[in-house]
Structure formats: structure tokens, C-alpha cells
């Protein structure tokens, strides 16, 4: 069974900095593409980020590129989302996710931008 268990997640000012995890499980996690999708109070999902299982190469939204860093660590079976210069509308609950489709979910880090 796929399990997904995001955390790292909290409270953080405005240009401050947060590190989430999604620790993964059920699946051979090195052959797998990777990536972070969040969803805003009272709006849909958006994309944030990619990492391939080959290379790995890596993809970000507009509204992250420059700020975000995606990276994953296959001995240990965890992806990562180290985001910088965080803004109020990066306000969201964060989802690692994962097979086709991004079929496979987390439960979701919650993740507050505010003074």
C-alpha cells in the first residue's frame, strides 16, 4: 500500500523559511516521479513542483521558481520542499504526490504565511 506522510508544516512571517517532508512507503520510491501540490483555504489544487526519478531533474511553478528547492533523498525514502521567502498567498495545505496522475496523496502539511 502507498503511504505518504507530509509534515514539517507551521506558522511562519512573511520571508521566513520552512523545510516539509513527506517520509513514502509501499512502492519502490527511486523509480518514481515525485512532486508538491498545495491547495489554498476556499480554492483549488495547484501545482508546485516535480522531481523526476531519473537525472533527477526538477520543475517548479512561476509562483515558486527561485524560492522553493525540491529535492528527494532515495536512501532514505523521502522527498523534500525547502521553500525560502515565503509569502502570505503561499499559504496552503502541501501534498507530496505521486503515480500516474499523481493517483497517490498525502494527508497534507499545513503550511501559514503571517505576521
Known amino acids: 500500500e502507498v503511504q505518504l506522510v507530509e509534515s514539517g508544516g507551521d506558522l511562519v512571517q512573511p520571508g521566513g523559511s520552512l523545510r516539509l517532508s513527506c517520509a513514502a512507503s509501499?512502492?519502490?520510491?527511486?523509480?518514481?516521479?515525485l512532486g508538491w501540490v498545495r491547495q489554498a483555504p476556499g480554492k483549488g489544487i495547484d501545482w508546485v513542483s516535480t522531481?523526476?526519478?531519473?537525472?533527477?531533474?526538477?520543475y517548479y511553478s512561476d509562483s515558486v521558481k527561485g524560492r522553493f528547492t525540491i529535492s528527494r533523498d532515495n536512501a532514505k525514502n523521502t522527498l523534500y520542499l525547502q521553500m525560502n521567502r515565503l509569502k502570505p498567498e503561499d499559504t496552503a495545505m502541501y501534498y507530496c504526490v505521486t503515480g500516474p496522475g499523481w493517483k497517490y496523496r498525502g494527508q497534507g502539511t499545513e503550511v501559514t504565511v503571517s505576521s
Open positions: 509501499g512502492f519502490t520510491f527511486a523509480t518514481f516521479n
Open positions: 522531481i523526476t526519478s531519473d537525472g533527477p531533474k526538477t
